[in-house]
């Protein structure tokens, strides 16, 4: 049918920012695949005109992004929660997507599941206040407080320099010679004295439960990780969530963990974000 023909191909226009809004609201690429199946589902069962697609299927997407979030909690997450890495193979429209940067999706990860949808259906995909207070169901003033709270936590978060892949090879080679090898001081020399690690498992593999907080325990803790490597595994440097990143595979090629180095202005290893559950990393390979 025609109509069934235009609904399908508006659902199609504005696939991205229903994929992107999920996950950039539920941080991970399973959570987004589901979203979008059930917004699409359910966009095909709406039976009055649609004046504003894009609109509509932001709310859809939205709200049940939110409910995805609401049920993790419900559940409970062991320890820290990082998100899901995009490599290669994931959604295309994902991979190109700015605001997926690790830093910025880390904090986004830090406000409250309204406080994140507000900023991104805002200062991302350019909703106005009164259009995201319809889709909430919030008056425009408690959007325009939620939003401002949002911008000025993610304005607040430390600068980084640019390192490409070569400098970054470099660094991580230093890196791992000297985890291996047990130098804490070493490791220190290459860390911010407030340098901060976190790691995500889950519950499900070893990592930290709370942050790693200053150069020599960040330090103590890479050369208790680098003892859990497979000796017959591999490492690459890859491109994740829009920034170089460490992939570390084991011996048989299942993935083991993927680490980001975000590196200060003076060129020392300020925030270490490295994601070894198992559930987010299965579609690396």
């Known amino acids: 049918m025609a109509d069934d023909d235009d ?10 920012l229903v994929v992107r809004l999920a996950y950039d ?6 959570d ?3 979203v979008a199946q059930q917004v699409y589902v359910r966009w095909c069962a709406v039976e009055s005109p649609v004046r504003n697609p894009r609109a509509y299927l932001a709310r859809m997407a939205t709200h049940q992004a939110l409910d995805a979030v609401a049920a993790r909690d419900r559940i409970g997450y062991v320890g820290e929660f990082l998100p899901e890495p995009l490599i290669d193979g994931a959604d295309a429209d994902l991979l190109t997507a700015h605001e997926v940067e690790i830093a910025l999706m880390v904090v986004l990860g830090s406000l409250s599941p309204l406080e994140r949808a507000v900023f991104v259906l805002h200062d ?6 009164p259009e995201i207070a319809t889709m909430l169901e919030r008056t425009p003033a408690a959007v325009r407080q939620l939003n401002h709270r949002a911008r000025a936590h993610v304005q607040s978060r430390r600068p980084y320099k640019e390192v490409d892949e070569a400098a970054l090879g470099t660094l991580v080679g230093t890196f791992l010679a000297a985890a291996k090898a047990g130098d804490v001081d070493g490791l220190v020399a290459l860390l911010a004295e407030d340098a901060t690690l976190v790691s995500d ?5 070893n990592a930290a439960i709370r942050p790693v907080v200053s150069a020599e325990k960040v330090a103590r803790f890479l050369v208790g990780v680098a003892s859990l490597l497979d000796p017959a595994g ?4 890859v491109a994740a969530n829009a920034r170089p990143a460490l ?3 084991r011996g048989d090629g299942s993935v083991d963990s993927v680490l980001w180095v975000l590196v200060g ?4 290893a300020a925030d270490l974000y490295l994601v070894r559950n198992p559930d987010k990393l299965s579609h690396l390979e």
């Open 32 to 34: 987004a695949e589901d």
């Open 25 to 30: 609201i539920t941080g991970t690429w399973t």
């Open 247 to 249: 992939l570390f595979r």
């Open 124 to 129: 991302v995909f350019g909703f106005t206040h």
């Open 234 to 237: 591999s490492v690459e440097i």
């Open 265 to 268: 202005d003076d060129g020392r």
């Open 201 to 205: 498992g889950g519950g499900k593999i």
């Open 7 to 16: 609904r399908l191909a508006d659902y199609l226009a504005h696939r991205g």
